[in-house]
């Protein structure tokens, strides 16, 4: 797989600031940091403030769920699994200064659920250059499948598959061609572009409008306006949930009245408190079953381990997926035996057939470093609550 424009500048920036070398190798003692007699600690770098806030908050509230679960039953092989997170605001710059510190002053045994593109973009040279796994990423972007990144561990389908799910589903389900695509100008939004223009292409079809807003910024009433002069029949946003929610909200003021379809980085339980009664018939493509499900079994000790550790939290798709990132982590570390190091803990999901999560199986293999494929469909109900689907036919429930 060809790496996408921009890595080479991530890597050469994240050398300059943290002074370690893109692809240099870890030094032999560093396959044991982060692991002592009694623990095993995991670092996070992710947004715990700005727009993007609401995903680091509860991808850490589930990774710390799975962990307390574990840990309320002796740890894994006796140590148990504790987690330092930083805040990096959902900018690049932070990222690289918050992931060379996890890595060479807190000397954490691997990196977890990180939330986003340009930020995964600029601190993966970083890890890789200190030899820890990142595992888990809040982000489908198609960079994080090129198998030659040997410390990455993806769980969630990406975004090229989330895309493409919508664009058959708008053409088979409601006949809609005309579609057009709002996306944040930045490496997330143009990885989401890419999907939907691929799965146009594959089809004879072109965007029949695109608009674009900065990252961190609700600034998208000139893309609105853009947009709607194009009329199409579905708009497909590809952003953070204030500014989705900003230009949703914005659309359904001045009587834009197109399908809207989301990919599950929007931050859905963000997204539906943000957008209130305007959010009724909103689609959301997500990577992971619905939280409330009674199957797979999974979920149900989710729900258990997240009323237990996190009081007062409603489940969400977002801490959902933070939980079974933590889950994988715990699975990789059991394989590894009571003595883990970094190559144990990647090499064991790439030899596993299947890694099964109560029921949620992740596949691994030498050249596929993406657990699992899956796609599902949520709408926003009248009744403000999402609910899944299987087709758009059945859904617009507004």
């Known amino acids: 797989m060809r790496r996408l424009p921009g890595w080479r500048a ?11 070398t893109p692809g ?37 509230r589930g990774i710390q769920a799975a962990f307390a679960e574990i840990n309320a039953k002796g740890g894994v092989h006796g140590r148990r699994l504790d987690l330092t997170s930083l805040d990096d605001a959902y900018e690049p710059e932070a990222a690289i200064a918050n992931t060379a510190k996890l890595a060479r002053e807190k000397e954490v045994f691997a990196l977890i659920g990180a939330v986003g593109t340009p930020t995964s973009r ?93 990252r961190n910024t609700t600034a998208v009433k000139t893309a609105l306006l853009d947009l709607r002069s194009a009329n199409p029949g579905a708009v497909v946003l590809v952003g953070a949930y204030r500014p989705v929610a900003a230009f949703i ?43 409330t499900a009674d199957r797979p079994p999974v979920l149900k000790a989710y729900r258990a381990a997240l009323a237990r550790h996190a009081k007062g939290v409603l489940p969400g798709f977002v801490s959902l997926e933070g939980y079974l990132a933590g889950r994988l982590a715990i699975a990789a570390l059991q394989l590894c035996g009571p003595q883990p190091d970094r190559a144990c803990f990647l090499n064991k999901l790439k030899q596993q057939e299947t890694v099964d999560l109560d029921g949620f199986e992740l596949r691994y293999g030498k050249d596929d470093n993406q657990g699992s494929d899956a796609v599902f469909l949520s709408v926003i109900g009248k009744d403000s609550r999402y609910r899944p689907v299987e087709t758009l036919r059945d859904s617009a429930d507004r």
């Not at 007699?37 to 680091?56: E, H, W």
């Open 249 to 291: 909200a914005w659309a359904r003021h001045i009587g834009f009245d197109p399908v809207f379809m989301t990919i599950s980085f929007v931050g859905s339980n963000a997204l539906l408190r943000e957008l209130g009664p305007a959010g009724a018939g909103v689609f959301v493509t997500q990577v992971v079953p619905f939280p």
């Open 24 to 60: 240099a190798a870890a030094p032999a003692s560093a396959a044991e940091k982060g692991v002592s007699a009694k623990r095993i600690l995991f670092g996070q770098s992710a947004a715990f403030s700005g727009p993007a806030q609401d995903l680091g908050k509860n991808m850490r």
């Open 10 to 20: 991530a890597a050469l920036l994240a050398a300059a600031l943290t002074g370690l």
């Open 122 to 214: 600029s601190a993966v040279p970083v890890a890789a250059a200190a030899g820890v796994p990142y595992v888990a990423p809040f982000t489908g972007a198609e960079f994080l499948r090129d198998p030659k990144l040997g410390i990455v561990v993806n769980l969630r389908a990406s975004y090229y598959q989330e895309t493409e799910e919508m664009v058959n589903r708008l053409i088979k389900d409601r006949n809609i061609r005309r579609i057009a695509v709002l996306y944040q100008d930045d490496t997330f939004g143009r990885a989401g572009y890419r999907g939907v223009l691929r799965a146009l292409e594959r089809r004879g079809l072109k965007p029949v409008g695109t608009g674009v807003y900065p």
